[in-house]
Nanobody, 121 residues
Framework: VQLQVSGGGLVQAGDSLRLSCLASGSTFSVMGWFRQAPGKEREFVASMDWRGSRKLYSESVKGRFTISRDNRDNTIYLRMNSLKPEDTAVYYC?????????????????WGQGTQVTVSS
């Protein structure tokens, strides 16, 4: 299983970014995005089941971020709008092979490499 993450960068507050995560090597029941800011624990950002019928978001990103998937090439996206300096973190995608949607990082089986998102004020 491989998860290849791309799309991070340095932006200004209010800007948008889209992160991508190309998943290959297996089928998955749940996909998610997490982030870790310097000196902080890794935290949940968003998740969705593979059919896209259910999505969860952390309160801090709800209404600004959107998780989605392109069925054609197994790419998972995180669209981030109205970015704030407090969104600055390393962002990770993760997938769960079996089971229901969850916000717990311990329930995810595979992780992509992180991508840095920096939002300047």
């Amino acid at each position: 299983v491989q998860l290849q993450v791309s799309g991070g960068g340095l932006v200004q507050a209010g800007d948008s970014l889209r992160l991508s995560c190309l998943a290959s090597g297996s089928t998955f029941s749940v996909m998610g995005w997490f982030r870790q800011a310097p000196g902080k624990e890794r935290e949940f950002v968003a998740s969705m089941d593979w059919r896209g019928s259910r999505k969860l978001y952390s309160e801090s990103v709800k209404g600004r971020f959107t998780i989605s998937r392109d069925n054609r090439d197994n790419t998972i996206y995180l669209r981030m709008n109205s970015l704030k300096p407090e969104d600055t973190a390393v962002y990770y995608c993760a997938v769960r092979r079996r089971g229901s949607i969850t916000t717990s990082d311990r329930e995810y089986d595979y992780w992509g490499q992180g991508t840095q998102v920096t939002v300047s004020s």
